[in-house]
């Protein structure tokens, strides 16, 4: 009988279960909401992305179901060939106008939109600056690039400009940061590091995943929050987060949006969105111009949940957005209070590592606009609960 070459993946499997590391995905039943049923079980749901209850606001539903029933269900091609549709340009105008950029493009999803961005625009003579807790996507575009890679201590703008500071000034500089870090809550520095990417000549980029729809006026992310516009060269943003469909764009010059025609990797080689992805997007961005009253419940309900974990005693971190981390340090007692909070009706995902630090542990909640404050109250109180018994408060 043939040996199995891949035995080793059973013996890794075992080793996190060994170490309570082990995860079994969950399932959501229905959709994705505020209060969902996963594994049949009814729970407040704090672990989506889900920020502004999008994924099943009757516009975006009608706009996808139309979509669908006008332009099928694929694009059946990869944009540069047969599967560009009126629709995504559409798409990619709106985006454009909504960041006041020259233009933008829109890939699969905010993964390919970084990774295929930042390989794309820089080579191996090149250097990428980065924050040392930047997305995955990032890490993965800037080793792609063949770029050599300097990492710069979380939101050390002082130490991306020493860096940066002993770069050759003749070769391209990338400085990229997260708008907001997904792990943690917290926001990039991001005037800072826009004056050293002035002071340098840098390409500035940021990644705003976690900041669209949910920071600056109606949703427009990080660069506007800070009022930034037109000192940051690459603006990433994801559809499949707070806009509640699926898909990542970038936003900047039209050279940079027409090089990534060119040049952009997941966009040469990979399918485009159905028509009901786009359609749907476009619909977001309607209800993010005309429904701003979301955003605010966000906002209220972030306040308010954020502040009862921190009164009860939580380590919240340094959050400054809806996601904010419950750090209680060993992997499996993340896991351990993750799973208790499930069986008291609170879903909140424990992390650990290699998502975050080892000794980093953490359970992560988000909160939407969605969320009724009973909702709330009912986690906090399970938080409480459980947060007493496991001795983490
Ligand atoms: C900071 C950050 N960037 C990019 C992404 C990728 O976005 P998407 O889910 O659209 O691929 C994520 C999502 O996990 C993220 O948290």
Partial sequence: MRADPLRYL????????????????????????????????????LSS??????????????????????????????RTIAGTMEIHLELERRLATFKHTEAAVVFQSGFTANAGTVSSILGKDDFIVSDELNHASIIDGARLSRATIKVFPHRDAKAARNIVEGLPPDRRRLLITDGVFSMDGDLGPLPELCDVADEFGCIMMVDDAHASG???????????????HGRVDVQVGTLSKAVGALGGYVAGSRALIEFLY???????????????????????????????????????????????????GFNT?????????????E???????????FAAGVF??????????????????????????????????????????LGVI
């Avoid at 949910?214 to 930034?228: E, K, P, Q, W």
């Avoid at 971190?317 to 340090?329: F, H, K, R």
């Fill in 10 to 45: 059973s013996v890794e499997l075992d080793s996190l279960k060994t170490q309570g590391l082990y995860r079994r995905l969950r399932v959501l039943d229905g959709e994705q909401k505020a209060h969902a049923s996963f594994d049949h079980t009814s729970v407040v749901n």
């Fill in 49 to 78: 992305n889900n920020y502004l209850g999008l994924t099943t606001h009757p516009k975006l539903r009608e706009a996808a179901l139309d979509a669908t029933r006008t332009l099928g269900v694929g694009s059946g091609s990869v």
């Fill in 214 to 228: 949910v920071f600056g006026r109606n949703g427009r992310g990080t660069v506007d929050h800070f009022n930034l």
């Fill in 262 to 312: 060119h040049r952009a990797r997941p966009f040469l080689f990979s399918t485009s969105h159905p028509p009901a992805v786009a359609a749907a997007c476009l619909a977001a961005i309607d209800v993010l111009e005309t429904e701003p009253q979301l955003i605010q419940r966000l906002w209220d309900n972030t306040r308010f949940f954020k502040g009862g974990l921190a009164e009860l």
């Fill in 317 to 329: 971190g340094a959050s400054e957005s809806p996601i904010t981390p419950v750090i209680v340090g």
């Fill in 331 to 341: 992997g499996a007692l993340a896991m351990t209070l993750s799973d208790q909070l």
């Fill in 348 to 389: 909140a995902q424990g992390i650990g590592f290699p998502t975050v630090a080892r000794d980093k542990a953490r359970v992560r909640t988000i909160v939407t606009a969605t969320h009724t404050r009973e909702e709330l109250q009912f986690a906090l109180d399970a938080f409480a609960k459980v947060g007493r018994s």
